[in-house]
């Protein structure tokens, strides 16, 4: 079955320590999000990939970057997690295309990130 | 910019009774809506969608929800819930700009299923 894919599914990190979450597809979606999402609180959006074309939203922290090697694969870097930045982690793709067109969400089953 | 409000942050309702799910967005253009939900440390499921067209959309596990442009309100609907319901819902908007924006979400509603 196609599906977005994040590994792993729990990660602990120390404070401070940099670490790097991943997000697979089988879909061939152009477009991939992450998203941060604390507890008992709506998604909010870090950046995306359309392609290979970063955008990143204004409000995201610079500790927070990404990666997309390939159409397949992106990864949320962390460069120095702090205790603030404990939550579920939600990796989405789309189709993307032309101008304004919309496509829907799909979503990864997200990593749970603890800092110690 | 888009927000989308939902004001209910828990809903009780018992098994086998209807249920509807308020939301309400603010955009400045045609907006583009979804309804996903979300189990316990599980991600994101979408429910339905509504892009244009048809104004009451079906979605999938017996949902509903109606478009009405006038009050600004996309409310999620289901005549008969199931204990297997219990989640927590999102009401989303998406832009139209460039085709890959992120969705602006809702802060959920959390529905209890009472036996």
């Known amino acids: 079955d196609a599906m977005v894919i994040q590994n792993p599914r729990y990660q602990v990190t120390q404070f401070g320590k940099p670490v790097t979450l991943s997000c697979s597809q089988t879909l061939n979606h152009n477009v991939m999000y992450w998203y941060q999402q604390k507890s008992s609180q709506a998604p909010k959006l870090l950046f995306h990939y359309y392609d290979k074309d970063f955008n990143n939203e204004a409000d995201t922290p610079d500790n927070f970057q990404s990666r997309r090697p390939n159409t397949s694969f992106c990864f949320l870097d962390i460069r120095s997690p702090g205790l603030g930045d404990a939550a579920m982690y939600l990796c989405a793709t789309s189709p993307g295309g032309l101008a304004g067109e919309i496509h829907e969400q799909y979503f990864g089953p997200g990593t749970r990130l603890t800092v110690t | 910019a888009q927000s989308v409000t939902q004001p209910d942050i828990h809903i009780t309702v018992s098994e086998g009774a209807s249920l509807e799910l308020r939301c309400n967005y603010s955009?400045?253009?045609?907006?583009?809506l979804f309804w996903y939900v979300q189990s316990p440390g599980q991600g994101l499921q979408l429910l339905l969608k509504y892009f244009s067209g048809d104004t009451l959309v079906q979605g999938i596990k017996g949902f509903e929800a109606e478009f009405k442009r006038s009050q600004s309100s996309f409310n999620l609907r289901k005549p008969s819930v199931h204990w297997s319901d219990a989640a927590e819902y999102f009401c989303?908007?998406?832009?139209?700009?460039?085709?890959?924006?992120?969705?602006?979400f809702g802060k959920g509603t959390h529905l209890i299923i009472q036996p």
């Open positions: 955009y400045g253009a045609t907006p583009y």
């Open positions: 989303a908007v998406g832009a139209s700009r460039g085709g890959a924006d992120g969705l602006t």
